[in-house]
């Protein structure tokens, strides 16, 4: 596909003047300010000097020193009422202690601890949640405790969902003696999830009697991160839009190394197949305070109060496969370093088609250590047509590598803002991008079907990356959506959700969903049951949701939009999603076309030449736009019983077999090769169609006898369906059987009275001429009289017809018809008059030849017409003959004389005697 690259000969935009640009630009973009949560670590300290962060209440009546106080309580609140401490002796509750410099203890044996010396005491904290275990520390463990110097021991076992994870034995490190000893026993944990932590001392072990311990301080990571969702389409019933590679937009990917002392930003131009250059202008700057994804925009306050220093004076040129690198020193107080860069093709390096502006994120007091990156880049839309998809493609990444992305809030909120290089899109256009693996990377892409993108304007970006990510190349592009993407009525969607795997799960909540049809939002109240949905329990963002429990089925046809997100347990909610469908309930309609040689029987059944082709043609109907389109057209046949194709292998003349449905095989129409027979005889053709979306109309039915031109015929009035060679080589009436004869063949004629005018003619299938049409028995001495008899009249259309031994029934039409033909044979025939004078036997219009012998004229004298030897008209009393119809000789009365001699005397009698005449009878 060719693809334009810049907007030089395409769309120039005119330049404004935006006046109050600063403030313009700071109110506009107050909204977007708000800042993502982020990895949440919560620490629990019962600590004076930690100021007991993460206890609850009031806490003025704690220890604030060496001193221990009994806190009249076996329980208090934790983390905002989600998570609680309780004391326990024997199994009981028991009042909790604390010491502000060691932590809490069981008013027991020693109060300011936890020990087994009499009864076993301990400390449980629970959590309404899974969290994340990282640290713990305990205090007033120490060793040299013993009556040998021994250390102090307990113990500490992680639960989740009642289920033991894992025992930590704690053992004491320092020593009791040591001056400014507090007996602190650190424990870092690999991030287990538990929702139960209980620390307690062994009974009846060797050193139960001298330990006992405080519960000082943990940190937690809390479930802040929200399930994930999932989209699933049926196999069939659903058709994803189409897109097209408008253009391609320059975007030199930046991406980050480090250095003693500071951090080099490494910007490449590797797009495949792509071979210009780009030139690019850049910036840095270093910021003590992490900018966020959402702010990492160019007029953005926190930006905008940065140093920024200037690398280019002029435009720096990177070619295909290159890159520019730079360095930036760093301090320990810096916890971001930023670069921006305008971006333009070589060959117009003052017409900027992006901005990039990326971050990296250092960790705290190691400004060697990246521990984040992010890129965000504005888009000209330089093209003069608007676009609703934006395209990136990362190579040398994987799906896993995006972290998060610009503007990924639970709703968007586009907003076309004025900007100085012009107005620019905003919060969230295209909501959350969908991100997909390529053959070496990412496909990252955005879609926005209700703001697309006009001639000129901007569209904001951003993508957060693991730190290690480095991509080899990068192509950009503006698509545009050339097809919706369709769904058969009732087809189902399925969701589902699961939360990250990498964090401690708190387990999905609910999955939730509505749409808007016809511009009104269902569900409309917790009464709106759409499609038997009635679980409707949530209310968010000013409407009703369905909570999702079965697939999701649009019913009615056309337009929908679809809106879904999920929480989980903790409350951590995802981003709302939205996907446009283009519901299509009705299936395509197939017409059918014969070629000119059919002739219909009647309205399901007529006759075809083998080979000749039978055209269909589909057409989708239903209500515009949404209209899916024809999938296919599926046929197949009944021929002697059986089912064709047979299975995938049976071709039949190289059709294709692409698909079972109903039980059988089917091929799939070929406008090309469309539908023949090879083979004479019954064909029951079956065909159906569907659309894209598995819309099927209904199976219809064609029975065709299909033959070739046979060279020799036979006719019988019993012939039927179960006769050898039925429809191919016999038939029962005379037409039937000279529409399938060749030129020059034999039409056998058996006896019985066949009332039908007969043409013999070069259509529908077969050219008559020279054919042969013959009764059974023939002229004489051989009897004629149970001949094939004609009631009706024979029309010949074509030269060379011979006819013999048949009998025609008086036809004041003409019992035969010559239309101007040469070469007419009639011979040993019988043309009946009757009582009627006006009968006529053979009527040959002008220009027509025939040669009429030895038939019988219903006369002795012959027929009344046609053309003696000598040229004389023959003026007998028998039928009519009009035309050039040589008749001569004729059948007349053969009668033996009975005169006993040659010699006759004069006056002597002499009788003949007719009787053994062919014509006697007549």
């Keep these: 596909m060719k693809m334009q690259k810049t907007d030089k000969k395409l769309f120039r935009c005119k330049k ?20 993502k949560t982020k990895a949440a670590e919560v620490t629990i300290s019962f600590l004076y000097e930690d ?77 309404d949640t899974p969290h994340q275990l990282r640290y713990l520390e305990v205090r007033s463990l120490f060793t040299n405790e013993g009556p040998n110097g021994e250390p102090e021991e307990g113990d500490m076992d992680l639960y989740l969902n009642e289920t033991f994870v894992v025992n930590y034995h704690l053992v004491g490190v320092e020593d009791l003696h040591a001056p400014g000893s507090i007996g602190k026993v650190n424990v870092t944990v690999p991030n287990l999830c538990v929702d139960k932590i209980v620390y307690y001392v062994k009974q009846n072990q060797v050193y139960t009697p001298w330990s006992e311990f405080a519960v000082a301080k943990l940190i937690l990571s809390v479930d802040n991160t929200p399930p994930n969702v999932y989209k699933e389409h049926p196999e069939h019933g659903y058709t994803p839009e189409e897109e097209e590679k408008t253009a391609v937009v320059p975007a030199p990917w930046q991406y980050w190394t480090t250095f003693v002392g500071g951090v080099t930003a490494i910007i490449t131009w590797d797009p495949p197949q792509v071979n210009e250059s780009v030139a690019i202008i850049r910036e840095y700057a270093t910021s003590q305070y992490e900018i966020p994804l959402d702010n990492l925009t160019w007029e953005d306050p926190m930006i905008q109060e940065l140093d920024w220093i200037l690398i280019d004076d002029e435009p720096v040129t990177i070619p295909p496969g290159g890159n520019v690198t730079f360095d930036i020193s760093t301090t320990e107080d810096d916890t971001a370093v930023l670069i921006k860069y305008t971006v333009a093709w070589a060959s117009t390096p003052y017409e900027t088609q992006a901005h990039f502006i990326n ?6 007091g190691s400004p060697q250590v990246i521990i984040g990156q992010l890129s ?101 592009y503006w698509t545009k959506i050339i097809s919706p993407p369709y769904l058969r009525s009732c087809a189902p969607i399925t969701l589902w959700a699961e939360d990250p795997m990498e964090d401690c799960l708190s387990g999905v909540e609910g999955i939730y969903y509505g749409f808007y049809y016809n511009d009104v939002w269902h569900p409309t109240d917790q009464q709106d049951e759409y499609c038997g949905n009635h679980n409707i329990t949530t209310y968010k963002y000013g409407r009703w949701w369905y909570t999702y429990t079965n697939p999701i089925h649009f019913h009615e046809e056309c337009i929908h939009k679809l809106h879904y997100w999920t929480r989980d347990n903790a409350g951590n909610q995802g981003p709302v999603y939205k996907q446009v469908y283009y519901v299509d309930d009705t299936p395509p309609t197939v017409t059918k076309t014969h070629p000119p040689d059919y002739q219909a029987l009647n309205d399901t059944t007529g006759w075809i030449k083998v080979c000749s082709k039978i055209t269909l043609e589909a057409v989708d109907e239903g209500t515009p736009p949404c209209i899916a389109g024809v999938e296919g057209i599926y046929w ?64 219809h039915k064609q029975i065709y006898w299909a033959n070739n031109c046979q060279p020799e015929v036979w006719v019988d009035k019993n012939y039927h369906s179960g006769t050898s060679g039925w429809w191919i080589t016999h038939f029962n009436t005379i037409q039937d059987a000279l529409n399938w004869l060749q030129p020059y063949g034999v039409a056998h004629i058996n006896p019985g009275v066949y009332t039908e005018n007969v043409s013999v003619d070069d259509v529908p299938w077969c050219d008559n001429t020279g054919v042969t049409i013959e009764g059974s028995t023939g002229c004489p001495p051989l009897p004629i009289g149970n001949s094939a008899v004609i009631d009706g009249t024979i029309t010949i259309k074509v030269d060379d017809v011979t006819i013999n031994n048949l009998v025609f029934q008086p036809n004041t039409d003409g019992a035969v018809i010559v239309e101007g033909n040469i070469g007419v044979t009639l011979n040993c025939n019988i043309f009946l008059q009757g009582c009627n004078v006006d009968s006529i036997g053979v009527n040959a219009y002008q220009g027509s030849e025939v040669e009429a012998e030895f038939n019988w004229w219903d006369a002795p004298n012959g027929p009344n017409g046609g053309l003696m030897d000598n040229g004389d008209t023959a003026d007998g009393y028998g039928v009519q003959v009009i035309g050039n119809v040589h008749v001569e000789p004729w059948i007349g009365v053969h009668a033996e004389a009975t005169a006993s001699s040659h010699f006759v005397e004069t006056g002597e009698t002499i009788v003949f005697n007719g009787e053994g005449s062919w014509a006697a009878n007549f």
């Design 51 to 127: 100021s007991f962060t993460g206890v609850d209440g009031d806490t003025s009546n704690w220890s604030t020193g060496d001193n221990t106080v009994n806190l009249g309580t076996n329980h208090w609140d934790l983390l905002s009422g989600t998570a609680d401490v309780n004391g326990y002796i024997n199994g009981d509750n028991h009042m909790l202690t604390h010491r502000g410099t060691r932590g809490l203890g069981v008013a027991g044996q020693e109060n300011d601890e936890v020990d087994s010396h009499v009864r076993p005491e301990k400390i449980e904290i629970t959590f």
């Design 376 to 476: 965000n880049f504005d888009v000209h839309n330089f093209l003069n047509t608007s676009m609703d998809n934006f395209e990136l493609e990362l190579y040398g990444v994987e799906t896993s590598d995006v972290v998060d992305w610009y503007y990924s809030h639970w709703v968007p909120m586009p907003q076309l803002i004025p900007m100085r290089w012009g107005d620019t899109w905003y919060g969230g256009w295209g909501n959350s991008p969908q991100i997909k693996p390529l053959t070496d990377g990412v496909e990252v892409k955005w879609k926005e079907f209700n703001h697309p993108a006009q001639p000129c304007e901007w569209v904001h970006f951003g993508l957060r990356l693991k730190p290690t990510v480095q991509p080899w190349g990068v192509k950009a």
């Design 16 to 35: 404004t003047t935006i006046t109050l640009l600063l403030i313009l630009t700071a109110a506009a973009l107050m909204f977007l300010t708000a800042e």
């Design 359 to 364: 971050e990296a994120l250092l960790e705290t």
């Design 636 to 699: 197949g046949f009944w021929f002697e019983d059986v089912w064709h194709p047979m299975d995938p292998t049976d071709t039949y003349d190289g059709n294709i077999v692409t698909i079972q449905k109903h039980g059988r095989w089917w091929y799939i129409y070929d406008e090309v090769k469309k539908i023949h027979w090879l083979e004479p005889g019954k064909h029951i053709l079956e065909y159906w169609t569907k659309d894209n979306v598995c819309n099927q109309g209904l199976i």
